[in-house]
């Protein structure tokens, strides 16, 4: 018998549902994708084309949770996607994976990417019992940098080059949180 394909987790947190993507969803992603300050660090460049979010949104709902998952950010009470959290080049096996995140400029600095990004944490250490989750930053993210120190990340060092995006070769801090590191005193809980 086929195998039944398994249900994406809902994460909860006092004022977000992070939940699985959906086509509709294309139009409030699409606001990201085309915001050329929230893309400056992005691992794309902005997008121009409407068709680039779509297929970037069926790739979010497409999820293989073994290597990565996306999660719509969306707003408890409207249900309107304010963003997104992942994780990414995921070896489940070895318990690691690599974490992302992007905020819709309207709504940033209102504690959104703290909150989800909590829950998403809490998520890959207590549910997928992962060890290790990295974050690969730009020198000059500076709310990115922000976000994960204060998450409890740690830095590692500077990757040099590390990531190509139009013919330019871009550096990354190497950031990650283990397991067995203190909590970090960000907070947003549960999962339904
Ligand atoms: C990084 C990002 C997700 C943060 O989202 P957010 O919802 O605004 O984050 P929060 O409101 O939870 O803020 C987290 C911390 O970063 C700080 N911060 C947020 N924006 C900042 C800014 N522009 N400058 C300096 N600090 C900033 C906040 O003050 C907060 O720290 P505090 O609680 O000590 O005050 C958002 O800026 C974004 O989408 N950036 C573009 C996409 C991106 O670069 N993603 C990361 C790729 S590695």
């Known amino acids: 018998m086929a195998k039944q394909p398994l249900s994406h987790p809902i994460l909860m947190t006092p004022r977000l549902r992070l939940r699985q993507f959906r086509e509709d969803d294309v139009e409030a992603m699409h606001g990201c994708f ?3 300050e929230s893309m400056r660090y992005w691992n794309t460049p902005p997008h121009t084309k409407r068709i680039e979010t779509e297929r970037a949104v069926r790739r979010f709902i497409d999820c293989t949770p073994s290597y990565y998952r996306f999660w719509a950010v969306a ?4 249900d309107r996607c304010l963003g997104l ?3 990414h080049d995921g070896h489940i096996r070895n318990k690691r994976v690599a974490i992302g995140y992007i905020v819709d400029p ?3 600095r209102q504690g959104v990417a703290t909150e989800a990004v909590s829950a998403m944490i809490r ?3 207590q549910d997928l019992g992962l060890h ?3 974050a690969f930053i730009h020198p000059d993210n500076a709310p990115s940098l922000k976000l994960i120190e204060k998450l409890g990340f740690r830095r590692e060092g500077l990757l040099r080059e590390n990531l190509r ?6 550096d990354d801090l190497l950031y990650a949180r283990l397991s067995t590191d203190r909590p970090a005193e960000a907070g947003s809980e549960g999962r339904r």
């Open 165 to 170: 995006v139009s013919e330019e070769w871009r």
């Open 123 to 125: 998520f890959c250490f």
């Open 132 to 134: 290790r989750l990295q």
């Open 34 to 36: 085309t915001n050329v």
């Open 85 to 87: 959290v992942n994780y």
């Open 75 to 78: 707003d408890k009470t409207t």
């Open 106 to 108: 309207a709504h940033c």
